[in-house]
């Protein structure tokens, strides 16, 4: 199984009990050097979730690991943006009060394909066509294995996992894309797409590495105006995505970069700007201001 694992270190696992976590859960628990803490979020998505909960924090103490956990109440007609927003949160919060290296999510090689398409049908930019990546403050080791390869390992190993049953229901489009797209792909498509992707992904490092070239300065918190003034406003957007990624922000959404951005353009100095958690941006004579709890 094609691995990436990251430097031996403390981490957060996120499990949601499913079929991915749980093989990534016993994958990592077998390796060596690893602190791992188990952490779970349920989203108050489905009336029955608080058994979800339950069999994570089983899971975790039969392989003797820390367990953490937070409900939120999101309700059934919550948007799979604002849950996806609603976890990372709360795993951010986490990651920062451990004082953890970084996030380990179970993201595989298929979630790559359908997160590519979902993109491309959005309209997606540059990034998207890259799909999902890692950051450093996000670490993905499955993102080279393949759903059918994690199916075999559970079977192999006899892992139990949960079922979460809105993964059935097409009203999301995620699923109907797996449902009616992916699973139809032949094998060199997939690798079509494999390559592209991975293409993408290298392109976008260098554009960010001569965006970041812009933005440099000695206090990597703060972001010059005079750079956003001159830009379009969707290249504006992007540097202000770039510079929160560069600060270890990864769980922002459209919406934060678009309040950023155009408060960066017509807010006057002094002006303070909420991301989530207790992490905010202050509008300074010349500068945004990167302002949390670790500063």
Not at 100 to 121: K, P, S
Not at 213 to 226: E, G, M, R
Request: hydrophobic residues 35%; charged residues 30%.
């Amino acid at each position: 199984m094609k691995l990436n694992l990251p430097k031996p270190g403390r981490y957060i696992l996120a499990v949601s009990g499913g079929l991915d976590s749980v093989c990534l859960l016993d994958l990592m628990s077998k390796q060596a050097g690893y602190e791992l803490i188990v952490a779970h979020f349920d989203h108050g998505i489905r009336p029955d979730s608080a058994k979800d909960k339950e069999f994570v924090a089983n899971i975790a103490e039969r392989y003797g690991l820390k367990f953490v956990s937070q409900k939120g109440n999101l309700g059934p007609g919550a948007s799979e943006a604002k849950a996806r927003e609603a976890r990372y949160a709360f795993l951010d919060r986490v990651k920062n009060e451990i004082k953890a290296d970084a996030i380990i999510t179970a993201h595989h090689l298929d979630d790559r394909y359908e997160t590519l398409i979902i993109n491309l049908i959005r309209g997606t930019g540059r990034k998207g066509l890259s799909s999902i990546s890692e950051t450093a403050s996000i670490k993905r080791p499955l993102l080279g294995v393949s759903r059918d390869e994690l199916k075999k390992y559970a079977k192999s190993n006899k892992l139990i996992w949960h079922e979460d049953p809105t993964n059935s229901e097409d009203k999301y489009l995620r699923n109907y894309i797996r449902s009616n797209v992916t699973t139809r792909l032949k094998k060199e498509d997939k690798k079509k797409l494999e390559s592209l992707m991975d293409r993408q992904l290298k392109l976008n490092y260098k554009i960010d590495n001569l965006t970041l070239n812009l933005i440099a300065s000695d206090d990597p918190t703060k972001l010059n105006l005079s750079l956003l003034n001159v830009l379009p406003h969707k290249e504006s957007r992007e540097v202000v995505a770039l510079w929160l990624r560069q600060n270890k922000l990864p769980s922002f959404n459209k919406n934060t970069i678009e309040r950023l951005t155009v408060a960066a353009k017509t807010k006057r100095p002094g002006t303070r700007i909420d991301i989530y958690g207790q992490s905010s941006v202050r509008i300074e004579k010349g500068f945004l201001a990167l302002s949390n709890s670790e500063r």
